[in-house]
Every structure is written in structure tokens, then in C-alpha cells.
């Protein structure tokens, strides 16, 4: 499998080579170039499988030339085996007559994170030794990536980690789970902005090509096609459990860098009949007004009871804008060139039409995220995250009631985000054992400007300010 950049100008490279690449060095995002299909016979057949073995089938054809057999399979097995907590790795509980959610948060740090990173994390440490290198990681997190990709990192030997947080806006428990990690190789930043302050320092980094060879970066955010990869395997089990290939099935997933729904577009670009896909976002709806004008336009950001997803520039839209524009590099280059400088641009007429047929959305604001978990509380004693609240309210908003199953992506325990759920519904979630005493931990972090001079010169430091 070769991997092409969205702008059109960067080299053409293997599975490995993006992996360890992170962003394009044009800019832009890589992308398969071209999508592997499965037939209904080859979808049928995943029903049953662990999580593990359904993996190394999605996956496959994406690491060829890259992975053999045996390796994929070592890894797979080790990632979804001991490291998640639920027998079934991602299992669907129905909380309606037509609803589900599809429960993503028993992995190591309670986010859906961990099914990518966990996975990620193998591959640094295989394709690092293989070549005899060692790998800076720069991350930016609202608040899930974050400690996912730490976790996830934190015993690999050639890789060490710069984690950029926004500054208070993120929930105490995410913050401890990056910021109690003392390993030596782990660096947590709080960054004085928002969390598209920390994304823009980790693009213009990777962007600052002589600093990036200096000191060897990669990527643990989305940017790295690895995470999308990892996420298109849960559609696939979802959808099997619910009857698909015959009986489609529908997602609504809360959405903020456009990561895990866009690996939704790509399960249903490889064959699954997903019938529609629902952007979920919070007060910080930029999707949804694109949906709604046909034009991409910053607005400012909004702190929100869900916080990992008060981001307004959404990272992989670049990746679907690709596809939209006839997988165009040029034509990428032009919208965003025309977004750098106005912060907004327009689709062509035909790209606005194919992507209102692509996706529907919703824009959830707090009161409804509060009213729907208690709505859910009450009709059937789940107690739901904020996130999920969203994806959950936005189902309901653009999906029909009865017919196709209404699966919404359950992306983080409630735990994480207990003030909101106890404010919400008077229940107080328990974080699971292997984190009850978090809270008593120390922390570690240092904080900065947004400043991306003060950020290299702390990285050249090896973190030591
Ligand atoms: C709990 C949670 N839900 C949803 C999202 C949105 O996912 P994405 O950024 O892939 O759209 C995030 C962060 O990315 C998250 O942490
Ligand atoms: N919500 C995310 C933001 C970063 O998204 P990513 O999927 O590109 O890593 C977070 O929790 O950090």
C-alpha cells in the first residue's frame, strides 16, 4: 500500500514510512492511495471474530509491504488481548428500542483513544528498532489523546514525548492521567491557549522542516494515518453485530478533529453499508454550519462541559475535502491558502452537494448535553459522558426513530468528566480501580506561551527549562 499527500507535492510512502512521518512534509495529511474493498462474503465473515482477529482482516491490506502477517497479527493480539478491559474490546449496549452505544472507553485510559494508540504505540517501537531510530514525539490533546498517547508510549525505548495541553481547559482527571506520568521520557506542556493554539504548534513544527530532521519528529494526533487505520475496525464489528452486510446500520459520533468519523467514511468507502453518518459536535460547530452554508468558517472557541471537542479547526476535514475535490492536491492547496488567509473558504457546488449526501449534523449545545443525560438516566439508568450525551442528542436530530439502528460512538467514560455528569444527574461516577487514586498522585508539567520558538527550545533541551 502506497500513502499520497492531500496537497499534492510531498513524496509518495509506505505504510512504515508514514507511520514514523507523521505530517506531510507539503503540509498535508496522508492518505491511502488507494482504498482497499471488502465484498458482503468478506464483511459476513467477521461476525464472531475476537476484536482482534476482525482487526487484522480491516487492517491488512493497509500495512502490506510494511508488516508481514505474523507481525500485524503479534501486535493485534497484544493490543485488544490484556490491555482493554471488557471481554468483547468494544462492545454495543442498546439503550433504546433502535439505539446502541457503541462503548469505546475500556481501554487503559477510558477513551476511545486507546484503541488507536495502544496499537500505535507497538508500531513505534517495531518500525524504531527496525531502523535503528530514535523518534520526538510532538503531540497537541484536548484532553484524551493526551494521556492515550502517553500511556501508550511511555515504555517504548526510542520514543520520547512533548504533550501540548491547553491551559485549564481541559477536565482534572484527564489532566492528571498525562501529568502524573513521571517517566523519563514524557514531557507534559500547558499551553498558554486553546487547544487549536497547541494543533497550530504542533503543524508549524512539523512544518519547520529543519528543526523537524533536528530532532527526528512524529506524531501521535490524527495527523498520523495510523490512528484513523486503527478506528475504521469498530464500524465493522458494530455494524456485523447488528445484522450488516444485509441490514445497514447508521453512526452518529461526537466530533471535534473529524478523526473518528472520518474513519466511518472510510469503513463505508471499503464497503460496509453504513446508510448515513451524523457529525456531532458541541457549542463549537464549525462542521455543522459547513453542513448548513457550504462554507468552512473559524469561529472563536467555546469551553463546554465537552471539552476534548471545543476545537474549531478540524484536522482531517483535509483529508475529506481531498477526496471531495477529486483527490486534487492543488485544489486542497487553494481552499486552505484561501482559509490561511480569510479563515474561511467555500466548496464548489458539486463538493457542497456531495458532502450534504455524505454526512447530516447537529450542533448540541450544553443545556441539551445536560438534559440528554439525564433523559438517558432516566429512561434507562446509563449514565453517559458529556461526548456521548452529544452524539446521542444529534441521533435523535437527524436520525428516524425506527428502521436503520441508530449506533452512537460512546468515546469516553463518564468518569473523566465527573463534575459535569454529577451536575447533570446526581450521580458521581467511579473511576475504575486501576485509577482510583489518581487524584493523590504527583503531577509534573510545565507551562508555556504559545510561542513555537519557546516550545523548540524547550524541546531542545530535552524538556529541562
Ligand atoms: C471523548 C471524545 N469524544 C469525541 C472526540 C472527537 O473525536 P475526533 O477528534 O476524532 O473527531 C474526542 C477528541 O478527539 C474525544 O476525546
Ligand atoms: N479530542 C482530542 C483532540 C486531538 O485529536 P486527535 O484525534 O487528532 O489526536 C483529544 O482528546 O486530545
Given amino acids: ?65 510494511s508488516l508481514t502477517d505474523a507481525e500485524l497479527k503479534a501486535m493485534l493480539d497484544e493490543t485488544y488481548g490484556d490491555t482493554f478491559r471488557h471481554a468483547s474490546t468494544a462492545p454495543l449496549n442498546q439503550i433504546g428500542a433502535n439505539d446502541w452505544l457503541l462503548e469505546l472507553f475500556h481501554g487503559p485510559t477510558l477513551a476511545f483513544k486507546d484503541f488507536a494508540l495502544q496499537l500505535l504505540g507497538r508500531f513505534f517501537d517495531h518500525f524504531t528498532a527496525r531502523q535503528g531510530k530514535r523518534l520526538t514525539i510532538l503531540g497537541a490533546t484536548s484532553g484524551d489523546t493526551g494521556s492515550a498517547a502517553i500511556e501508550a508510549v511511555r515504555a517504548c525505548e526510542n520514543v520520547s514525548i512533548f504533550m501540548l495541553h491547553p491551559k485549564g481547559r481541559v477536565s482534572e482527571v484527564q489532566r492528571r492521567q498525562m501529568t502524573t506520568i513521571l517517566a523519563p521520557n514524557v514531557v507534559n506542556i500547558a499551553v498558554e491557549g486553546t487547544f487549536d493554539d497547541c494543533q497550530a504548534l504542533v503543524k508549524a513544527a512539523f512544518n519547520d522542516h529543519a528543526f523537524r530532521d533536528e530532532v527526528s519528529l512524529g506524531a501521535v494526533n490524527s495527523i498520523n494515518w495510523a490512528r484513523v487505520m486503527a478506528q475504521i475496525v469498530y464500524y465493522f464489528t458494530a455494524a456485523v453485530s447488528l445484522g450488516a452486510p444485509e441490514r445497514p446500520v447508521s453512526f452518529s459520533v461526537p466530533t471535534g478533529n473529524f478523526g473518528d468519523i472520518f474513519a466511518g467514511y472510510i469503513a463505508r468507502g471499503m464497503g460496509l453499508p453504513i446508510e448515513r453518518l451524523v457529525i456531532a459536535t458541541n457549542a463549537n460547530d464549525i462542521l455543522a454550519r459547513t453542513l448548513k452554508t457550504g462554507s468552512y468558517a473559524m469561529g472563536d472557541v467555546h469551553a463546554t462541559i465537552s471539552p476534548s471537542m471545543d476545537i474549531q479547526i478540524s484536522s482531517n476535514f483535509e483529508r475529506l475535502m481531498f477526496d471531495l475535490a477529486g483527490r486534487d492536491g ?30 447530516s449534523a447537529a450542533r448540541v449545545d450544553d443545556k441539551e448535553t445536560s438534559a440528554t443525560m439525564q433523559a438517558v438516566y432516566k429512561a434507562s439508568g446509563y449514565v453517559a459522558d458529556p461526548h456521548t450525551a452529544v452524539g446521542i442528542r444529534a441521533a435523535e436530530v437527524c436520525l428516524p426513530a425506527t428502521g436503520t439502528p441508530r449506533v452512537t460512538l460512546s468515546t469516553a467514560h463518564p468518569a473523566k468528566f465527573g463534575a459535569a455528569v454529577k451536575a447533570a444527574v446526581g450521580v458521581d461516577p467511579v473511576l475504575p480501580a486501576h485509577l482510583a487514586d489518581l487524584l493523590g498522585r504527583e503531577e509534573r508539567y510545565q507551562t508555556l506561551p504559545n510561542d513555537l520558538n519557546a516550545l523548540k527550545a524547550l524541546m531542545r533541551a530535552g524538556g529541562r527549562s
Fill in 1 to 65: 500500500m502506497k500513502y499520497v499527500s492531500t496537497r499534492g507535492l510531498a513524496d509518495t510512502l509506505s505504510f512504515e514510512e508514514v507511520t514514523l512521518t507523521g505530517l506531510a512534509r507539503d503540509g498535508g495529511l496522508y492518505m491511502p492511495a488507494s482504498l482497499p474493498k471488502m465484498s458482503f462474503d468478506d464483511i459476513r465473515a467477521l461476525r464472531g471474530l475476537p476484536y482482534a482477529e476482525a482487526a487484522f482482516r480491516v487492517i491488512r491490506p493497509f500495512v502490506e509491504g
Fill in 330 to 359: 492543488a485544489a486542497v492547496r487553494a481552499y486552505m491558502d484561501t482559509f490561511a488567509a480569510n479563515r474561511s473558504f467555500s466548496f464548489a457546488p458539486a463538493e457542497y452537494a456531495a458532502l450534504k449526501d455524505l454526512f
